[in-house]
């Protein structure tokens, strides 16, 4: 296992296999923990090869939904039915097969701006918790995924903006987006995103290979800079792996 905060790196031959790696990887975050479950998912394209395998018949019935809370990292300030929704995308795939809806933890966007949007579920995040600040001895979640934009940006926590470097807040408002599409964002901070035992970073294909090489090479991209209290791993694809590089430092 990886020391505290230090990424791992694991290679896998293809989109396919990672997917299927980072299955494995969740089912074991979630037989780690007899009680209640809390795992942060992500938006973006990363993720969508995984999500079909956790709502297909081999793997749905190995997750036991009554535990299983399910969150999500960022949101796009747009309304559930539109199609930009990070958690309307996750649904339609696989959660509102067999997740109890009250399960299911979207970022609220009907409130009147993002900055809104983010105290109402740092509330919400907090009421789950039990807490208003987090105990790193207690993580909030048992696993984050994670992706990186073609900027270096994961979550909605983009590279220079002052959210980066947000300390206190779990959630924040970001006003404005680096990368298309460009509407406003509600997104976690680092320390929220930090805190859980696993944090798992997917990059796969060969338009990733500039970004994971600047990632690699140790570029402070806001992809590099999160990391879980607990184990952190990168889970790419042979496509998007430069030569010659050996691994995160």
């Not at 990070?86 to 993002?114: C, K, Q, W, Y």
């Not at 035992?197 to 994971?212: S, T, V």
Request: with cysteine; aromatic share 6%.
């Amino acid at each position: 296992m990886a020391t505290a905060g230090q990424p791992k790196l694991i290679v896998s031959a293809d989109a396919e296999a990672l997917a299927q790696a980072a299955a494995e990887r969740v089912m074991a975050r979630i037989a780690a923990n007899p009680g209640r479950i809390a795992i942060c998912l992500t938006g973006g394209s990363s993720p969508k090869k995984l999500y079909q395998l956790l709502g297909s018949d081999s793997w749905r019935d190995r997750i036991p939904w009554d535990r299983v809370h399910w969150f999500i990292g960022d949101e796009r300030f747009v309304t559930e039915s539109d199609p930009l929704n990070n958690m309307a995308v996750a649904r339609a795939i696989f959660l509102d097969r067999s997740a109890p809806p009250g399960h299911i933890h979207p970022i609220p966007t009907t409130a009147e701006n993002p900055d809104q949007s983010a105290q109402a579920y740092a509330r919400e995040l907090q009421a789950f918790y039990g807490a208003e600040s987090l105990d790193p001895a207690r993580p909030l979640f048992d696993m984050v995924l994670m992706g990186a934009g073609p900027d270096g940006h994961t979550a909605s926590l983009f590279p220079g903006y002052p959210a980066i470097e947000e300390t206190e807040r779990w959630v924040v408002g970001v006003p404005q987006a680096n990368v298309a599409p460009f509407v406003p964002r509600v997104s976690l901070t680092l320390p929220a995103l930090a805190s859980c035992h696993e944090m798992l970073l997917e990059i796969a294909g060969h338009d990733k290979q500039p970004i994971l090489t600047r990632l690699l090479n140790g570029e402070r991209l806001p992809a590099l800079r999160a990391r879980s209290n607990g184990e952190t791993v990168w889970l790419v694809d042979q496509a998007a792996l430069p030569e010659g590089i050996r691994g995160p430092r």
